[in-house]
C-alpha cells in the first residue's frame, strides 16, 4: 500500500470511529464493527491500528491538531471585539460537537489508558494558558471589567466548564446533540458574561 | 436469611460498590470484585443482585431518596436569605462527591440500560421543575433581580451544569476529589449568581 493509500485509509477510519463513538460510546463500538461500517477486513484495519486504544489515540491527535488552530497567535495589532468572543466560544462548540464522545467519556478513557490521561492533561494545562491569554486580552482592552482580578479565574472556570459540558447536559437531559444548539450555548455562556461587559460593547448585541 | 440481614447486606453491598466505582469506574468493577472486597463468596452477592445492572439501579434508587431530602418543601412562611441559597448548593455538591462516578459515567450507563435512562431522565425534569421552584422564591423575595425574564433560565442552567460537572472538570484536571473542594464550588457558581443579587443582600458576604 502506498503511503498516501495508507493515510487515506488511516483518515477514514478516525473518521468512522469518531462518528460511531458519537453514537454508541466507545464501549459498545468493537474495531470490528468499525471495520464492517467500512466494508473492510478486520485485518486490513488491523494492519493500520492493532486495537481501539490506538484509534482513540489518533482521535486524540486529530482534535488536538484542531484545537491548535483555534488559538493561533493573534496580530499584534488585533483589537478585541464582543464578537470576536462569541466566534471563539462557537468554535469551541463546534469542536465539542464533533468530538463529544471523547468529553463525555473522559474520566474513563483516562482511567483505562494511563498514556492519554498524561497527554490530555497537559494539553488541558495549555488550552487553560491559551484562553487566560485570549480573555486578558478583552480585559487590557476595557471590555470585560472586573471589580476584584479573582473573579478573572472563576469567570474563565465557569465558562470552560459550561462550554465542555453544555452537550452532556443535553444529552442527559435526552436531546440529540448536532450543530442546532449551538448558538443556545452561546448564549448559555454570554448571560454568565453579560455582568463584567462594558455597557458600550453590549449596545450592539 | 431474615429480612432485616438481608437488607443490611444489601445496604453494604451497594455502599462497597459505590466506593469501588467512585475510584476505579464501572467499567472496571465486576461483581466479583465487590464480592472479595467485602470478604463475601460471589454466590452470596448474587443472592441479592443478579448482575451489576442491578446493584446500578439499586444506588439509583438510594441516589433519588437521598435528593429527595434536599426537595423537601418549604413552610410557608419561610424567608429565604442567600445562606439558604448557598446551604443548597453545598448539599448539592456533597451529594455530586458521594455518588460522582454516577454522573461522570451517566450518557454511557444510560446507553447500556434504557431503563436507568428512562429513569433518570424523568427524575431530572423533577429536579428541574425544584430548582426552579427554590430559585422562584429567591426572585420574589428581590434577592435575586433580574432585568429580563429569560436570563432565569439561563442561570439556573448555568448553575446546573457547573454543579453537575464541576468535580468531573477537577477530576479531568488530576485533582483527586473529596469533601475539600466544596466550598470551591460553591465560590464558583457565586460568581455566576452574584451580578444578579441585590447589593444589600451581599453586604454580609
Not at 23 to 44: D, Q, R, W, Y
Not at 86 to 112: D, G, P, W
Not at 134 to 163: K, N
Request: aromatic content about 10%; charged content about 20%; hydrophobic content about 45%.
Amino acid at each position: 500500500m502506498s503511503e498516501v493509500m495508507s493515510s487515506k485509509t488511516k483518515d477514514k477510519i478516525i473518521h468512522t470511529a469518531i462518528q460511531l463513538f458519537n453514537v454508541f460510546g466507545t464501549g459498545a463500538v468493537s474495531t470490528n464493527k468499525i471495520a464492517k461500517e467500512l466494508g473492510m477486513s478486520p485485518g486490513n484495519l488491523y494492519y493500520h491500528f492493532h486495537n481501539k486504544e490506538e484509534i482513540i489515540r489518533a482521535i486524540l491527535d486529530a482534535m488536538i491538531a484542531d484545537w491548535d488552530k483555534l488559538w493561533l497567535p493573534l496580530p499584534k495589532d488585533w483589537q478585541p471585539g464582543l464578537n470576536d468572543l462569541k466566534a471563539i466560544i462557537r468554535v469551541n462548540l463546534q469542536l465539542q460537537v464533533k468530538y463529544r464522545f471523547f468529553y463525555r467519556e473522559l474520566i474513563t478513557l483516562m482511567q483505562l489508558d494511563p498514556e492519554l490521561k498524561h497527554i490530555h492533561q497537559h494539553i488541558q494545562e495549555q488550552r487553560v494558558e491559551e484562553q487566560k491569554k485570549f480573555f486578558q486580552l478583552f480585559v487590557d482592552a476595557g471590555i470585560i471589567q472586573l471589580q476584584v482580578p479573582s473573579e478573572f479565574d472563576a469567570l474563565l472556570t465557569a465558562c470552560w466548564i459550561i462550554s465542555n459540558y453544555w452537550l452532556s447536559f443535553l444529552e442527559t437531559s435526552g436531546v440529540e446533540v448536532d450543530d442546532s444548539q449551538i448558538e443556545q450555548g452561546i448564549q448559555l455562556i454570554m448571560t454568565v458574561l453579560r455582568p463584567y461587559i462594558a455597557v458600550e460593547e453590549l449596545a450592539g448585541e
